[in-house]
Every structure is written in C-alpha cells, then in structure tokens.
C-alpha cells in the first residue's frame, strides 16, 4: 500500500462535500419558493427545516477532510529520494558536520 504522504494526486473528498453544502444552501432557499408555487409538495416542508444544519454539518467536514488531506502531505523531499517508508525526510544516521566557515 503506498504512503499516504507521497502520493501527489489531489483528493476528492473535500470537493465533494463541499459541492452537496452549497447544494443544501441552495434547496433551503429554493424549497419553501417551490414549496409556495405548488410545484413541490408540503411534505417537503419537513426537510427545509433541516437543511441550514445538514450545509453547516457538510461545510464543516469539507473543510475538515481538506486540512487534515494538507497535513499529511507535509512531507517536502521527493519521491526519487524515498527509500522504503516512502518520504525521504527521516534523519540519517550519520553525525551533522558543522564547519566555522561563514560570515560574522
């Protein structure tokens, strides 16, 4: 299975649940119009009183899903540099030279 980390396609998770929030916003201002001109039922009435909640619900879990899907593609190294846990950003096991060379 490969790493969540270093796998470069965008999910659409977020997307999608953002796409049915704005759905649900436009069918609790649509519904109680459609609901007066008689071309819905008023059994639809039920539903409307639902909506505003059920877009703020799937407003929140799109943009949940959308920055938890940013926090695990925190890795910045390459693939080509992965070794086997796939990210090449773990530290080596050779010691870190510093050299007094630079300016003061």
Known sequence: MPDP???PR?????RA???LAALACVACCALPVLITAG???AGA???VGWL???AIVLAVLAAGTWWLGRRRRACSCAPKTAGEGGCGCTA???PLKISGTGRR
């Open 5 to 7: 980390a270093a796998d």
């Open 10 to 14: 965008p999910h659409r998770t977020p």
């Open 17 to 19: 649940l953002g796409g």
């Open 39 to 41: 071309v819905v039922g």
């Open 45 to 47: 009435g039920a539903v």
């Open 52 to 54: 505003p909640a059920l």
């Open 92 to 94: 080596s096991a050779d």
